[in-house]
């Protein structure tokens, strides 16, 4: 393990977990990457910012946002309490969703610098919001993104509220859209209510490398507005990319974020170099993630060894420039005869192997429902509550519980509620993919 960090920034630091053990002819390595930033966002969360954040709320503003009229209240309420909690010197806007976006505030193409003039001015502008049109949502993001464009920020970040489905907009339009900003902001999206499609929020959230959740009651939107702006003041660090090197003959089946939340990057590398990689991770504070990586090796011997991956942790440089190396791992590959060695699987790729499968479990379980599949659904859902309980993941268990009644969580006997609320099904839905560290032992 290297760290390579400035002092001035974040320190990063790359952990390696693998069983790097295989049987004569054994191909397939996987290994769990842990990457974690101390001392830079913790350190600065309350000093003004300098211009280092940019960010932009989206606000849904068609016409169903005011049924009931407190869908419409609790959007201007937390977009009011975001702009509470923008750090000094943070740049700025807001702007209104409907089946065009319009600038709320400052107005003009451009974005205001938070203090507590331009908070105060925000807050009064947010008062003429009211709801009326339909939902274009790639129209926002469009629009977001030129504004943001126009920063010098390293952090640039949209907020994104919607109660609805796309309807006004093809979908090839919002994929183009989300295409067109991926790597040029991060966003986190909202839907409130339960009238909204958890696919198309999910997919705007992992397109931009953000969070996505469901609040079902609007009145919990302040809460939760100030703790995404919370999190986005935390960061310190933007376009962190995990470099996968690999030597002649290995093939990458795949790179995954496994935790805090489940997100497939491998569609997503962009050539840095002779048999290397970039995988975006987005902006950083301090805080932790994990990677699974799996590399194909080719064949060898007892006895070989070899270096199947390195995992390089890097900040991409300007044109022409070389990318700043913040940390970086080692992934081996090493052939024996021992039986023992090479069948023993790693606990922690034996864990995020058993939470994506989770994830998909619930997925498919909810999808078999939807189609009147009884016993394809109770099936699967049986499976995600043995996964959850075996794994200690014990807020999906809890949603679960909402949509089976659990005869026996161990062996998976569940049997389906005969009555489910919309919006515990759209949690379940919508949190699917959150995941839960090893348990220590």
Known sequence: ??????????????????????????????????????????????????????????????????????????????????????????????????????????????????????????????????????????????????????????IRHGILLTDGRNEHEEPAVLRATLDACAGRFTCDARGVGTDWDVKEVTGIANALLGSADIVADPAHLAEDFTRMMENVMGKEVADVALRLWTPV???????????????????????????????????WGDESREYHVCVRVPTATVGQEMLAARTTLVLPGAAGEPATVLAQGLVRAVWTNDLAASTAINAQVAHYTGQAELAEAIQQGLEARKMGDVGGATAKLGRAVQLASSSGNADTARLLSKVVDVVDAVA??????????????????TRSTQTVRVKKT
């Open 249 to 283: 003959g290995v093939e990458i089946q795949y790179v995954k974020q496994v935790a805090p939340a489940l997100q497939d990057l491998t569609g997503r590398r962009t050539d840095s170099g002779p048999r290397a990689g970039d995988y975006p991770t987005g902006s």
């Open 1 to 154: 393990m290297a760290n390579f960090a400035k002092p001035s920034a974040p320190r990063f630091s790359v952990e390696v977990y693998q069983n790097e053990f295989l049987p004569e002819g054994g191909r397939d390595v996987h290994a769990i990457v842990t990457v974690t930033a101390t001392g830079g966002a913790s350190a600065t969360r309350t000093t003004v910012a300098d211009g280092t954040a940019a960010v932009v709320l989206m606000v849904d503003c068609s016409g169903s946002m005011e049924y009931p009229a407190e869908k419409m209240r609790g959007a201007r309420e937390a977009t009011a309490a975001a702009v509470d909690t923008l750090r000094d010197g943070t740049a700025f806007a807001v702007i209104a969703g409907t089946h065009v976006a319009k600038e709320v505030y400052p107005g003009q193409g451009r974005l205001a610098v938070a203090d507590a003039t331009t908070r105060a001015q925000a807050k009064e502008a947010l008062r003429g919001l009211t709801a009326g049109g339909g939902t274009a949502i790639g129209t926002w993001l469009r629009l977001a993104d030129g504004l943001l464009r126009g920063s010098t920020a390293a």
């Open 412 to 429: 998976g006997t569940v049997r389906l509620k005969a009555k489910v609320a919309d919006a515990d099904e759209m949690t379940l839905d």
